[in-house]
Nanobody
Framework: QVQLVESGGGLVQPGGSLRLSCAASGSIPGYLSMAWYRQAPGKERELVAGITSGGSTHYAGSVKGQFTISRDNAKNTVYLQMNSLKPEDTAVYYC??????????????WGQGTQVTVSS
């Protein structure tokens, strides 16, 4: 079973930046899309950004122009560069994989996530 390990979260002031990483313990088929999700306290988990094997990206409207997703298939790793962070970006961030050519439903077991807190 592939395990996902997210890292890079932390406490940052509004306007700051963070870069999240998600590494898979095993090999993820290169044709699968990868995505970042987040779950804020009291809210459902939501899709933040996704990237297909071909490099096409999708962003939630709330983060478009603010976040950038990328992937390194050779390293089984996906990244999320987050700029101009706002308090409403505070959440636990998770990665997952799913879909072929599209950002599909997550198919892997969820990792522990990484906490991002934006506060002054």
């Amino acid at each position: 079973q592939v395990q996902l390990v997210e890292s890079g979260g932390g406490l940052v002031q509004p306007g700051g930046s963070l870069r999240l990483s998600c590494a898979a313990s095993g090999s993820i088929p290169g044709y699968l899309s990868m995505a970042w999700y987040r779950q804020a306290p009291g809210k459902e988990r939501e899709l933040v950004a996704g990237i297909t094997s071909g490099g096409s990206t999708h962003y939630a409207g709330s983060v478009k122009g603010q976040f950038t997703i990328s992937r390194d298939n050779a390293k089984n790793t996906v990244y999320l560069q987050m700029n101009s962070l706002k308090p409403e970006d505070t959440a636990v961030y998770y990665c997952n994989a799913g879909g072929r050519g599209v950002i599909g439903a997550p198919v892997l077991r969820w990792g522990q996530g990484t906490q991002v807190t934006v506060s002054s």
